[in-house]
């Protein structure tokens, strides 16, 4: 299972960007689907997730301006982030709980390569 992450960029402080992140292989099924950042010297944190079924969550430092979406036929989860601030810049990394043709009771965890969110102050 591969996940392609696209849409990381500049903007400045107030600026809205959007992801959007696709899995593709032997997908069986896909449960949860999400995003996390990982700031420098910072450890990896939940941004947003949304299940198959539509119930997303946030995190609160995102809550009110980001949003978080999935399109279940395409296999994609996007994210639209709104009023951006200079502590939302990171490498956002797309994550997704799969499971696999080759182990369709097990759901693995697989992450994007992260893209790089830049917002100036």
């Known amino acids: 299972v591969q996940l392609v992450e696209s849409g990381g960029g500049f903007v400045p402080a107030g600026g809205s960007l959007g992801l959007s992140c696709k899995a593709s292989?032997?997908?069986?099924?896909?449960?949860?689907m999400g995003w996390y950042r990982q700031a420098p010297g910072k450890v990896r944190e939940l941004v947003a997730e949304?299940?198959?079924?539509?119930?997303?969550k946030y995190s609160d430092s995102v809550k009110g301006r980001f949003t978080i979406s999935r399109d279940n036929a395409k296999n994609t989860v996007y994210l639209q982030m709104n009023s951006l601030k200079p502590e939302d810049g990171a490498v956002y990394y797309c994550?997704?709980?799969?499971?696999?043709?080759?182990?369709?009771?097990?759901?693995?965890?697989?992450w994007g390569q992260g893209t790089q969110v830049t917002v100036s102050s």
């Open positions: 994550h997704a709980l799969v499971a696999t043709m080759i182990s369709v009771v097990y759901e693995n965890d697989f």
């Open positions: 292989g032997e997908i069986f099924n896909i449960n949860t």
């Open positions: 949304i299940n198959s079924g539509g119930d997303a």
